[in-house]
C-alpha cells in the first residue's frame, strides 16, 4: 500500500537544524496510491473530515477477520470505559456490525441501503462502496478463481466495515504515521484485498538480488530511498506482493510519501492505515479551502521534520515518486511510460539523506500496475473519482544504487548541471526497466524479456 486521485508537485519551503539548514522546495510524490474503489464524485461538503496534520486470503474465513474487528471494538469500549465517566460513555456512538453479519451479496448490499436511508452513510459514499463492490466482484471473477464468489464476499466484507467504521468515527493521521497492525491488522488487509487483483502467471520482479543488498544495508543501519515511478493507488501492496515470497521485511518496513488525499477519502483511508506514511499537502490543492493553507503549510513543515528525524535514526526505507503523480497514458498514442522526474524533488530528497548523518543509497525503481486500478485521464481536482479495476500481471524492478558524486564528477559545470543530470539518469534507469517490464507483460515475452541490466523473475514460484 500505497493510496483518492492523484495529486501533483506538492511545495513547501523550510529551514531548520533538523535538515541542518538545508532551505528545502519539497515537490512530494503526493500520491493517493492505496484505496482499490469505484467512487462517484465524493465530495467534502458531506463530513469528510480534514486530517489532524492539517484481503482477506481466499482461504481465511471471514469470520475470523469479523472476530478481529469485534475484539478491537470489545478493547476500545472498555477503554472508553475506564477513562469515561457513566454519562460520557452513554453520550459515545455505537458503531454499527451490518456488514459483518452479513453472509451473502444481497445483504451486503441491503446494508449500504440500510445505512444510507438511516442517514449513517451520505449518498455519494454509499453509491461509491456499491459501485466498488460490483467492480471488485467483477475483476475477481475475470482471474478463474473458482473461489471468487467467497474471496470477493470475504474482502468485502471487511472493506465495507472498516470503511463504514471511519464514516462514524473519522481517523486522524498524524505527519508521520505508522502502519496500524493491531488489533486489526491494516497491512494484511491491504495485501489481501489487493492480492486477487494481481495475475502471479504474468507477473516479474527484475533484480530480485538487490532487493537482498537493500536488507543488508538496512541491516547495517544504513538509510535508502527508492526514487520511483507512481502508476496506481495499489502500488505499495503490488510492491509488498511481489517481494512477500523472499524480502517480506522491506515491504513492510517502507514508508511512503503520500498525498492528503489519500487521508480524507473515507473509502480510501482504511488503506492508508495500514502503510507507514509521511503525509504531506499538495501545492495543487492547498488553496481548495482558503481557511486552511495556514495550517496546510504549517503540517508540511512538521511533516519534513519527521522526515529529517527518521533519516537521522537510520535503518529507514523511504519511496518517492519524483514526478508529483501517477504516470498516465500519452494523450497521442496512448502508450505509458514513467512520468518525468522532478529535479528540485530529487535534489531535496538526496540532499535530505545525505544531511541525516547516517549513510545512505538512493535506488531507481520502476513499477508497472496500471492495468488493475489506471488512473484517470486528467488530475481532478474533486475527492474520489471513478476507476476501473481489473485482474491482470504487474511487475516491479529496481537498478544498482547510483551516486550524485559520480554523476557530478562527470559535468562540466557541476553547479549547474549535476541536478539535471542526477535526474535523468534515474529517470533513464527506471524508465529502461520499465520497458523490461512491459515486454515481459504486454509483450508476451515474459522471462525472455530480460537484459543484462534487469534480471527477471518470479520467485514465488522458487
Not at 5 to 20: D, E, G, K, V
Not at 58 to 66: E, I, Q, T, Y
Request: hydrophobic share 35%.
Amino acid at each position: 500500500m500505497f493510496i483518492p486521485s492523484a495529486t501533483p508537485s506538492s511545495t513547501f519551503s523550510i529551514s531548520t537544524a533538523t535538515a541542518h539548514r538545508v532551505s528545502l522546495s519539497f515537490s512530494s510524490s503526493c500520491s493517493s496510491y492505496l484505496a482499490a474503489s469505484s467512487l462517484c464524485s465524493l465530495s467534502v461538503r458531506f463530513g469528510v473530515r480534514m486530517p489532524v496534520f492539517p484481503c482477506l486470503s481466499p482461504s481465511l474465513n471471514v469470520r475470523a477477520m469479523a472476530e478481529i474487528v469485534r475484539d478491537k471494538e470489545s478493547t476500545d469500549k472498555n477503554v472508553a470505559h475506564e477513562a469515561s465517566s457513566p454519562e460520557e460513555s452513554r453520550n459515545e456512538p455505537s458503531l454499527s456490525r451490518t456488514f459483518l453479519h452479513a453472509s451473502s451479496e444481497e445483504e451486503l448490499l441491503a446494508g449500504i441501503r440500510k445505512e444510507r436511508e438511516a442517514g449513517k452513510l451520505p449518498p455519494d459514499i454509499a453509491l461509491g462502496m456499491e459501485v466498488l463492490y460490483h467492480n471488485y466482484k467483477t475483476a475477481v471473477f475475470e482471474s478463474g478463481n473458482p473461489r471468487a464468489d467467497e474471496v470477493v464476499l470475504s474482502n468485502m466484507t471487511v472493506a465495507l466495515d472498516r470503511m463504514f467504521s471511519d464514516v462514524e468515527e473519522p481517523f486522524d493521521f498524524s505527519p508521520y504515521h505508522k502502519a496500524l497492525r493491531e488489533p486489526f491488522d491494516y497491512y494484511l488487509f491491504g495485501q489481501n484485498y489487493i492480492r486477487p487483483l494481481v495475475d502471479f502467471r504474468n507477473s516479474y520482479v527484475g533484480n530480485i538480488s538487490l532487493f537482498y543488498e537493500m536488507e543488508e544495508k538496512l541491516q547495517q543501519g544504513h538509510n535508502i530511498v527508492l526514487m520511483s515511478n507512481h502508476q496506481t493507488e495499489a502500488d505499495p501492496a503490488v510492491i509488498a506482493l511481489l517481494l512477500e515470497a523472499t524480502n517480506p521485511s522491506i515491504a513492510e518496513r517502507m514508508t511512503y510519501v503520500a498525498g492528503d488525499r489519500v487521508l480524507i477519502d473515507p473509502l480510501c483511508k482504511p488503506f492508508s492505515m495500514g502503510r507507514n506514511l509521511i503525509c504531506v499537502y499538495s501545492k495543487k490543492h492547498m488553496n481548495d479551502v482558503p481557511e486552511f493553507v495556514e495550517m496546510k503549510r504549517k503540517a508540511n513543515t512538521r511533516s519534513l521534520k519527521e522526515m529529517a528525524l527518521l533519516l537521522r535514526g537510520g535503518s529507514q526505507i523511504i519511496w518517492i515518486a519524483p514526478s508529483g503523480g501517477r504516470d498516465r497514458p500519452y494523450p497521442q498514442t496512448q502508450e505509458w511510460y514513467p512520468a518525468p522526474f522532478d529535479a528540485s524533488s530529487v535534489d531535496n530528497m538526496r540532499r535530505l539523506a545525505e544531511h541525516s548523518g547516517t549513510p545512505g543509497h538512493i535506488y531507481p525503481l520502476a513499477i508497472l500496475c496500471h492495468d488493475i486500478m489506471p488512473p484517470p485521464p486528467h488530475v481532478e481536482k474533486e475527492i474520489g473519482e471513478e476507476r476501473v479495476i481489473s485482474f491482470h500481471g504487474v511487475g516491479v524492478s529496481v537498478a544498482p544504487g547510483i551516486n550524485f558524486s559520480e554523476i557530478s564528477a562527470a559535468c562540466e559545470n557541476p553547479e549547474e548541471q549535476a541536478k539535471e543530470a542526477y535526474t535523468h539518469a534515474l529517470h533513464n534507469s527506471v524508465t529502461e526497466q520499465y520497458n523490461v517490464l512491459k515486454s515481459a507483460i504486454h509483450g508476451k515475452q515474459g522471462l525472455q524479456a530480460s537484459i543484462p541490466d534487469v534480471s527477471l523473475s518470479q520467485p514465488w514460484n522458487s
